[in-house]
């Protein structure tokens, strides 16, 4: 560890997968800690230590997929604390892998940070021992919704669990949002609905495809002829342009869609998003950032998560995306639309009580840096990290 030097945090989470979402909790996790204590170096665990590289060239990368514990160890034991999240990385073959690794510094005497992870579906027992294991050995567990409090719970955790809220919450709009729309030959001085689509896997393994890009093509047809809008699909992985065409190919009005192909970042679809006149998605941080730009939004949950996160922001929050669901799926997309003043306004104060809620997690991480590394002075003075930068 390096001391009166300095502090050196090590991050690790789903970072380096290209995934909108989880490059957002990064960037506002290193913001939040730099500006607390400017004397953190960090050490981020990347799956793509190249991408991460490019994106953060003022932090030390590593790499951690294939890599044996040997030649992981020598990072880890420079670290004054090693931070697990934010995002949904633990549930089930996913949790042991970030938890292997956590574990690994705990036996090297470096504490672990739980960072308002997402945890479920969590049912595998192998998971659920390693869950059990290292979180019982953590300097804090937090999360960023009650769902995962309660599938940790479930798990065997047993130490208390704290509430937070995701930390790309913290993240602010820029001014550069109409210059990428016009990049990508959006029309101009139209109304924009934008729309979120992702594919199905371990976090939604249960969407039936067909069914709902079907449902999805009705409901932007509504929103073509309804608003006289102009759809733009806004992909938060690569992964997911794909099916952003599939629901367009289904859509009778398909002339009046686009689909975003540009490799954008947090902050490049944020500003983004900013420009929309209305928000209909399944990716949870889509949702988030039209909350921050104080967009009307209609959430799709498919998952906790995002039911959690409609609960917390006041929007309807619908059980499924199913074709069963598609009346009343459009019958709220209308009324948003009709009240979009009043639930703006409402959701405006929700999402700054869910930003306060956000900077605790750092908040407390903050503190457990000032306890165990105090923040060190030129002249060798020990301060506290509120009183530093």
């Excluded at 504490?111 to 659920?128: I, Q």
């Excluded at 689509?197 to 999805?216: F, I, N, T």
């Excluded at 639930?343 to 908040?363: F, K």
């Excluded at 503190?367 to 165990?372: I, K, M, R």
Aim: charged share 25%; glycine share 10%.
């Amino acid at each position: 560890m390096d001391g009166a030097n300095g502090v050196t945090v090590g991050v690790l989470g789903s970072y380096g997968g290209r995934n909108v979402g989880d490059e957002a909790i990064l960037t506002a996790l290193l913001d939040q800690v730099r500006a607390g204590r400017p004397d953190t170096r960090f050490v981020v665990f990347s799956r793509n230590p190249a991408h991460t590289r490019s994106v953060h060239p003022d932090v030390e990368v590593a790499g951690w997929e294939g890599v044996c514990r040997e030649g992981v160890s020598d990072s880890l034991r420079r670290l004054n604390v090693l931070v697990v999240g934010g995002g949904g990385i633990l549930y089930d073959t996913e949790a042991r892998r970030y938890l292997r690794l956590a574990g690994t510094a705990q036996s090297l005497g470096v504490p672990v940070f739980t960072y308002a992870v997402g945890a479920g579906p969590l049912t595998d027992e192998t998971d659920c021992a390693y869950v059990r294991a290292v979180l019982s050995d953590a300097v804090e567990v937090t999360v960023r919704d009650e769902e995962s409090k309660l599938v940790l719970e479930e798990a065997g955790v047993t130490r208390p669990v704290s509430v937070t809220a995701d930390p790309a919450l913290l993240l602010e709009p820029g001014d550069r949002g109409r210059a990428l729309l016009r990049a990508e030959a959006v029309p101009r001085r139209v109304r924009l609905v934008g729309m979120s689509v992702r594919e199905p896997g371990h976090a939604a393994e249960h969407l039936d495809e067909e069914g709902y890009h079907q449902l999805l093509a009705g409901v932007g047809d509504f929103l073509v002829h309804r608003l006289d809008a102009h759809i733009v699909f806004v992909s938060m992985e690569r992964g997911d342009i794909r099916h952003a065409h599939a629901v367009a190919s289904r859509m009778a009005a398909a002339d009046h869609c686009t689909v975003l192909h540009q490799n954008h970042g947090p902050q490049e679809v944020l500003d983004i998003v900013a420009q929309l006149d209305l928000a209909v998605g399944m990716r949870l941080h889509f949702l988030v950032f039209a909350a921050l730009a104080g967009i009307p939004l209609l959430p799709l949950p498919y998952a906790g998560k995002v039911f959690d996160f409609a609960q917390r922001i006041g929007a309807p929050a619908l059980r499924g995306v199913v074709r069963e669901t598609a009346g009343l799926l459009l019958a709220e997309v209308d009324r948003l639309w009709d009240e979009r003043h009043a639930r703006a306004a409402d959701a405006a104060v929700r999402t700054a009580a869910m930003r306060l809620r956000a900077a605790r997690t750092g908040e407390r991480l903050l503190a457990y840096l000032d306890g165990a590394a105090p923040c060190v002075r030129r002249t060798g003075t020990p301060v506290p990290a509120s009183a530093a930068g």
